[in-house]
């Protein structure tokens, strides 16, 4: 019986670690020194010549309307991917809408990716969260599985991809994002010419 409830409580946990997602409460290091030393959670920041394009995310929108990751060529676009059961999500989601609102004007745009198998619960979602910004319905996330190798694990949810003017991968975090985050990673991106 002992181990039988051993078993039990390690499937439980890992249930949990699972559905928790990255949520982290360390702050996020914008440098990838202090990173590397352990302290916290970086931003992943891919220095210009060593930009990759980002895959060609198209298809339809939870809506069910068409949207493709190109039609953002020319503004900084973040690209943020969800699922209405992740925790984490769902706290970090009024933080991106605030965001979006604040620096549209500015050429930002903010691409949801909702890995739900059922749009109406991502719909849902996005009413709940008053989302003004599209989120492409992509169930089970298999357009991440184009990705270059090792820039996010897209098993975890969240992760948030920032995608610069060029359409290429400017950098990536594997955690949910406040807006003081989003602003001291969208800022300098912003400068880029």
């Avoid at 970086?42 to 930009?51: D, G, I, L, T, Y």
């Avoid at 991968?169 to 989003?182: F, M």
Wanted: hydrophobic content about 40%; glycine content about 6%; charged content about 25%.
């Amino acid at each position: 019986m002992t181990t039988r409830k051993t078993v039990l409580s390690a499937v439980l946990c890992t249930i949990v670690v699972a559905l928790s997602g990255c949520s982290t409460s360390e702050p996020l290091v914008l440098d990838t020194d202090a990173a590397q030393s352990g302290r916290s959670r970086p931003f992943e920041r891919v220095p210009v010549a060593e930009r990759a394009d980002a895959p060609a995310f198209s298809g339809r929108t939870v809506d069910g309307d068409p949207v493709r990751l190109s039609d953002y060529r020319g503004k900084v676009v973040v690209v943020n991917a969800w699922a209405t059961w992740c925790g984490p999500c769902r706290a970090e989601s009024p933080a991106l809408e605030r965001t979006y609102r604040t620096f549209k004007d500015r050429g930002v745009r903010v691409l949801g990716v909702s890995t739900d198998v059922e749009r109406q619960n991502a719909r849902a979602f996005q009413r709940e969260f008053a989302l003004s910004y599209p989120s492409l319905h992509d169930p089970g996330g298999k357009r991440f599985l184009k990705l270059p190798p090792g820039l996010v694990n897209p098993q975890l949810l969240p992760f948030t991809l920032f995608v610069d003017r060029e359409g290429r991968i400017a950098g990536a975090v594997q955690a949910p994002l406040n807006e003081k985050e989003l602003r001291a990673i969208l800022t300098p991106l912003l400068k880029e010419s």
